[in-house]
């Protein structure tokens, strides 16, 4: 019989965005972790993981070493170490090593560009980076990737009347394709935007778990949403969309009696 490992998403699964982890979550991962390995699949680095899901990783009733970190899509992996006592990275690969320099300096050229247009148009509370080289993608955040959730706010909302994000799509996907880059645009949570090369995606995961039967939990199942590609692969038994943590909480007991089965 293969091991079982359920995935989630972070922000907007498990947390909510840019949020720290609940309480009422962590007791319901501790539940999960006594029938099935748990990994969280993220575009984000791991260093916001090891932030917003700190008390998570701090709970004494959590069994760390069954417990994964997926940061990146998957294109870096970090497991409990328990010679260390702490999460150690065991694998992580290049985006500019596999696209090259001039291919990462053309899309990071684009991305500047849009973000001068977005700041001359729109007035909105921008602040810090915009930029984030994460080693296997390039996240664009054009509200500023320092934002409270107050300012995220403002952008949602000048986001959801503009399509600001759905229109900066198609220009990324243009001048990507344009040039022959051999890569992606996602929509990266619900602010920015996630670039890295082609298969880089969520599924990306999958490489480290060929002995494991998958579930996957995430928020951005539909459309250019970063979790529509893992999503789709282990649809229909074995994928789940949430609209929130709340939700995230009722598939969890959902697929935890599922398993007594």
Not at 87 to 100: A, N, Q
Not at 186 to 210: C, E, M, Q
Request: aromatic share 10%.
């Amino acid at each position: 019989m293969s091991k079982s490992i359920v995935l989630f998403d972070m922000d907007g699964t498990l947390t909510k965005p840019r949020a720290p982890i609940q309480e009422n979550m962590i007791v319901a991962i501790a539940n999960l972790l006594e029938s099935s390995e748990v990994g969280i699949v993220t575009g984000s680095d791991s260093d916001y993981v090891f932030q917003q899901c700190k008390s998570l990783f701090e709970n004494k009733y959590i069994d760390k070493t069954n417990l994964h970190l997926y940061p990146c899509n998957g294109t870096k992996v970090f497991k409990w170490s328990i010679e260390a006592g702490s999460y150690e990275e065991v694998y992580s690969i290049s985006m500019i090593e596999e696209l090259g320099q001039d291919a990462y300096n053309s899309i990071l050229s684009s991305c500047l560009e849009y973000q001068a247009c977005i700041a001359t148009i729109h007035h909105l509370p921008y602040t810090g980076t915009f930029l984030h080289y994460r080693g296997s993608m390039l996240n664009w955040c054009p509200i500023g990737r320092s934002a409270g959730i107050d300012q995220r706010e403002v952008w949602i909302k000048e986001d959801s009347h503009y399509k600001l994000r759905e229109h900066f799509h198609r220009l990324l996907v243009r001048d990507i394709n344009k040039a022959g880059i051999q890569a992606t645009v996602a929509l990266g949570g619900s602010t920015s935007f996630d670039i890295y090369p082609n298969g880089w995606d969520k599924t990306y995961v999958t490489r480290h778990l060929d002995s494991y039967g998958m579930t996957f939990v995430g928020d951005k199942c539909t459309g250019t949403g970063n979790d529509k590609t893992l999503y789709d692969l282990l649809q229909p038994a074995d994928s789940y969309e949430t609209k929130n943590p709340e939700m995230t909480i009722s598939l969890i007991d959902s697929i935890i009696e599922k398993s007594m089965t």
